[in-house]
């Protein structure tokens, strides 16, 4: 059973940093493209990051320069490495999974987890 699960959210001030963790499980990790996501009410979901199985990444323009999408393969761990964070960072993010090309592509992600909430406050 593919599992996906994640946490780190909270609540900061602008211009400060969290670090989004999602643990993995269920599936051969290291053949995946894992991404991070992000959604706010009456809004479609954002594709932000990520990562393929041999760890090249890509992002968002809107997180380009301040998030950082990274990998543990002996942990089956995701991280997301989110420094200089905004009001509008504020959202519920999420982690998925794809056996696919690496995309930010919401709708062709099979597996996601619940969601974490980030809150960043002026």
């Known amino acids: 059973q593919v599992q996906l699960v994640e946490s780190g959210g909270g609540s900061v001030q602008a211009g400060g940093s969290l670090r989004l963790t999602c643990q993995a499980s269920g599936y051969p990790y290291r053949s995946v493209c894992m991404g991070w996501f992000r959604q706010t009410p009456g809004k479609e979901r954002e594709g932000i990051a990520a990562?393929?199985?041999?760890?090249?990444?890509m992002y968002a323009d809107s997180v380009k320069g301040r998030f950082t999408i990274s990998k543990d393969n002996a942990k089956n761990t995701l991280y997301l490495q989110m420094n200089s964070l905004k009001p509008e960072d504020t959202a519920m993010y999420y982690c998925?999974?794809?056996?696919?090309?690496?995309?930010?592509?919401?709708?062709?992600?099979?597996?996601w987890g619940q969601g974490t909430q980030v809150t960043v406050s002026s």
């Open positions: 998925a999974s794809t056996y696919g090309l690496m995309t930010l592509q919401a709708e062709l992600f099979c597996y």
């Open positions: 990562i393929d199985s041999d760890g090249t990444s």
